[in-house]
């Protein structure tokens, strides 16, 4: 039997003789707290020890208890709690502690496989460093180089690879380069310390040329013992040249690659930065040299920019040449065999353009879906239906990892609920995930659902990677704006993936995350009172908010859906720079053209989520486009924002 089924099913069978619990939650949260804060005398375990989440609490007291705890304890509360995340925390706790104190025979006993995080992954390779040299020497020397400093929990495994040589001053020049790239001067300063006499002339031209990169042009040409320290002294200072100044860097690079002989694979490591950089940047008259160094490049980035360049100057020739190109796997993305399709359909060659359009089509993506268009044919939604009854609902709702997600809910932990539903999803079968993904969605619980989606890569599960997540609020406050709903609705998908706590990192709050001051802003002109940081949160207030932010940008862009969902995500200062720059006579061009990369995804991935959304609604895709054809035909320029 496999693991994940041997789990499933002793995990059903362990939760039948107890489906009830004695202690009641409030008991549990309470007895919680006061674990985290290791306050024992206010806990009796005994009360609480029926309870669902008693592991929680007896987790914290072992976690208090190391490094004293005996391996033998650890991984008996491992083997207990295998579909929780719980054993796994408590070993990496384990290894973390017992590594702090030195204790590598405890760290032996209790891992099982290389851990996760830097700190454990250098105890557990000192712990194992003279059964598994080989592999200790491999980790070690990947962990050693890096441009940061390392935790001191890597102190003892780096001297011990030190003393062995496997650290030399080879590695410690590599590092220094990386830190010097990185302009990390403090590591730097520490790793130059560290290197012998030999090297002494390469510090002072790594010394030199950073005080003034103009000295790359006449450092020697061997530096180092045997030449060692050339190559990364030049990849390191032309990558750094490179991010500061690009316009230099190339003048730079035109002089130093005829004068160096470094290998090919150090030449094309300095060539694909600079060629990425002086497309991004537009250096004037580089691009000559950009397309004489791109075929041996095999850069996506890279190609993805020379056609980019091209599409912008309408060079279908180019656009044709650089696609056919391309590595393999990247040419035939939807989105490369559109634009070949779009190039060919220009240079006149009907045959070849339909059959690139076809291969396109078969995508579910913005493209495919523009694509599919092209021919006349209904979108692709390659939709994966899946069927489930009560006696399946009913037996997954009595799993352990169920009841325990169910009471770290009703508790107010949704953080560890979410722990503990991704754990059994992770570990879970392909059919018991989809019956868990099954439960999820008659629950309700929509971001757990989208969640558990990803986790198990139920690409296709159209009806659980989009659910009707408060259908009726978008379709009420979407009429009431005389916003599309269906548009509201995958840019909420898109924001928080329906997660009404979501909170980004700037700041951004809710289903649509709204701006604090945007939602107070919008609050006003709508006659209510400032949300706050807390009431924004709320579903419907934030759906009615961002529905009427939306319904402004549509308003800006007189109704056009592209405009709008690009400005919703950059802002419309941004968008109305875009459309001023240039006429573009098509909808896909200027999707193209968008700078920024995080912008141009979001507005595919929204314009095609609205697709789906609409045609899950309609029960098939027929008639569903991206966009109307006014949104398709008008010239995306400056004429495009409304005028007051």
């Given amino acids: 039997m496999p693991r994940t089924a041997r789990v499933f099913s002793i995990a059903f069978m362990a939760c039948l003789p107890n489906l009830s619990w004695a202690a009641s939650d409030s008991a549990l949260r309470d007895a919680l707290e006061a674990a985290r804060n290791q306050q024992w005398d206010r806990i009796d375990m005994a009360a609480i020890a029926d309870h669902p989440l008693s592991g929680y609490v007896t987790y914290h007291r072992l976690r208090g208890q190391l490094p004293d705890l005996s391996p033998d304890a650890v991984n008996r ?93 080879e590695a410690v020049w590599d590092r220094l380069m990386l830190a010097w790239q990185a302009d990390n001067t403090r590591l730097a300063d520490y790793l130059s310390d560290q290197l012998s006499g030999a090297w002494q002339t390469a510090i002072d031209t790594y010394e030199a040329a950073d005080s003034d990169p103009e000295k790359l042009l006449s450092s020697p040409t061997c530096l180092g013992p045997e030449c060692a320290a050339t190559s ?20 730079y690079w035109r002089t130093l690659d005829d004068r160096l002989r470094l290998l090919p694979s150090d030449q094309q490591r300095i060539e694909e930065a600079l060629a990425y950089y002086v497309l991004v940047r537009e250096v004037p008259d580089s691009m000559a040299w950009v397309d004489s160094v791109l075929p041996r490049l095999d850069s996506e980035r890279v190609f993805e920019l020379r056609v980019r360049r091209a599409l912008q100057a309408r060079q279908w020739e180019n656009v044709r040449q650089w696609i056919t190109r391309m590595p393999g796997d990247q040419q035939q993305e939807a989105r490369w065999q559109y634009w070949l399709a779009r190039a060919n359909d220009q240079l006149g060659n009907q045959d070849a353009a339909a059959t690139h359009f076809q291969q396109a089509a078969d995508e579910r993506s913005f493209y495919g879906f523009a694509a599919a268009e092209r021919l006349g044919q209904p979108l692709a939604l390659n939709n994966e239906r899946f069927y489930f009854d009560e006696a399946s609902r009913q037996r997954i709702a009595e799993l352990p990892v169920v009841q325990r997600t169910q009471a770290l809910m009703r508790i107010g932990e949704d953080g560890l609920a979410n722990s503990e539903w991704l754990h059994a999803v ?33 690409w296709d599960a159209l009806e659980w990677r989009f659910p009707q997540a408060y259908h009726d609020d978008f379709i009420h406050w979407g009429r009431l704006s005389g916003v599309d709903p269906y548009l509201l609705m995958a840019i909420t998908r898109r924001e928080s993936a329906y997660n009404a706590n979501a909170l980004s990192p700037a700041g951004a709050r809710g289903l649509m995350q709204l701006m604090p001051g945007t939602a107070a802003q919008v609050s006003r002109e709508i006659g209510l009172e400032d949300p706050g940081l807390y009431g924004v949160l709320d579903p419907e207030l934030n759906i009615r908010l961002g529905s009427t932010y939306l319904r402004d940008k549509l308003q800006r862009y007189q109704g056009n859906r592209l405009a709008a969902t690009a400005a919703y995500n950059a802002g419309p200062g941004r968008v109305d720079r875009w459309l001023g720059d240039n006429s573009i006579e098509a909808f896909d061009l200027f999707v193209e053209r968008i700078p920024y990369r995080e912008t141009r995804n979001y507005v595919q991935a929204v314009l095609a989520y609205r697709a789906i959304f609409e045609s899950l609604a309609n029960g098939s895709s027929d008639g569903v486009t991206l966009l109307s054809e006014g949104e398709k035909q008008v010239r995306y320029d400056h004429a495009l924002v409304a005028r007051n």
């Avoid at 006993?109 to 000192?126: F, I, K, M």
């Avoid at 002294?233 to 190339?250: K, V």
């Fill in 77 to 169: 509360y491992v083997d207990v709690h295998r579909d929780s995340p719980l054993g796994e925390w408590l070993r990496g706790q384990a290894i973390e502690r017992y590594g702090d104190a030195g204790q590598f025979g405890d760290v032996r006993a209790v891992s099982d496989g290389e851990p996760s995080g830097t700190a454990r992954q250098c105890y557990y390779h000192t712990a194992h460093f003279d059964s598994a040299p080989q592999q200790a020497a491999d980790a070690g020397l990947r962990l050693w180089t890096v441009a940061q400093s390392q935790p001191s929990a890597c102190d003892t495994l780096f001297e011990r690879l030190r003393a062995n040589g496997t650290i030399d001053d």
């Fill in 426 to 458: 992770q570990q879970a079968s392909t059919e018991e995930a989809r019956a868990l993904a099954d439960f999820a969605a008659a629950q309700d619980w929509h971001a757990r659902l989208v969640q558990t989606t990803i986790a198990a890569g139920m």
């Fill in 232 to 251: 990364p002294f030049y990849q390191a200072g032309m990558q750094r040249l490179i991010q500061e100044d690009t316009s230099q860097a190339f003048a």
